[in-house]
């Protein structure tokens, strides 16, 4: 059983078209990341959210983090080529220490020109 | 800063062998997490260093062990390889207090076992 269930798996989509990721838990979180992951190289950190109702913007992506800290969200406004790529969620479960993060299954995103 | 360097960055090894992985964080952080990444499981985590001592470990056998130098340098060691120890092996550092912290990854090792 996945901790942290992390969807779409897959998302193919048109330049300029909106999308959301999702990651969800039964588990609170002291914090969480998204992450994006280019092929052969290591996860680049996005953002972090860690108060209840947190939304940040970072350019055209959004992050939410749910009001009980178990469920956050990434909306990307009018995708473009360069946003493909694999995005993770990761979270430090509530309790545990911040060096041991939990992580989603990732999503792989496709942009086409 | 210069970000989390990991050495080597490629690695193939026979079953059986034994590999020791390398890690050097970034400047100040004294936190360091190694994670194994794979195709079929994701990220996972196998343990993390706080100042040269062992604070939380994931859910791997034991052939998988690791430490940190005074300089926060860390090394993993995976004894008597296997084929399913094939992966992209991640250290990520952090500058963390109770407060929280974030986690820097760093290019990471692909270990093939063949």
């Known amino acids: 059983t996945q901790l942290l269930e992390q969807s779409p798996q897959f998302l193919s989509i048109q330049e300029g078209e909106n999308l959301t990721v999702y990651c969800n838990s039964s588990?609170?979180?002291?914090?969480l990341q998204w992450y994006r992951q280019e092929p052969g190289e290591g996860p680049v950190l996005l953002v972090t959210?860690?108060?209840?109702?947190e939304v940040k913007k970072l350019k055209r992506l959004t992050f939410q983090f749910g009001d009980a800290r178990k469920d956050s969200s990434l909306h990307i406004t009018a995708a473009q080529p360069g946003d493909t790529g694999l995005y993770l969620c990761?979270?430090?479960?509530?309790?545990?220490?911040?060096?041991?993060?939990?992580f989603g299954q990732g999503t792989i995103l496709t942009v086409h020109p | 800063k210069a970000g989390v360097t990991q050495t080597p960055r490629y690695l193939i090894k026979t079953r059986g062998q034994q590999v020791t992985l390398s890690c050097s964080p970034i400047?100040?952080?004294?936190?360091v997490s190694w994670y194994q990444q794979t195709p079929g499981q994701g990220l996972q985590f196998l343990f993390e260093?706080?100042?040269?001592?062992?604070?939380n470990k994931g859910n791997f056998p034991g052939r998988f062990s690791g430490r940190q130098f005074s300089n926060s340098r860390s090394e993993m060691n995976v004894s008597t390889l296997e084929l399913g120890d094939s992966a992209l092996y991640l250290c990520?550092?952090?500058?963390?207090?109770?407060?929280?912290?974030?986690?820097?990854f760093g290019p990471g090792t692909r270990l093939t076992v063949t």
């Open positions: 990520a550092s952090s500058f963390i207090t109770d407060l929280g912290g974030e986690q820097y």
């Open positions: 400047s100040g952080h004294r936190s």
């Open positions: 959210v860690v108060t209840g109702g």
């Open positions: 990761a979270g430090a479960l509530y309790g545990t220490s911040y060096g041991k993060l939990t």
């Open positions: 260093y706080f100042s040269e001592t062992q604070r």
């Open positions: 588990s609170v979180f002291s914090s």
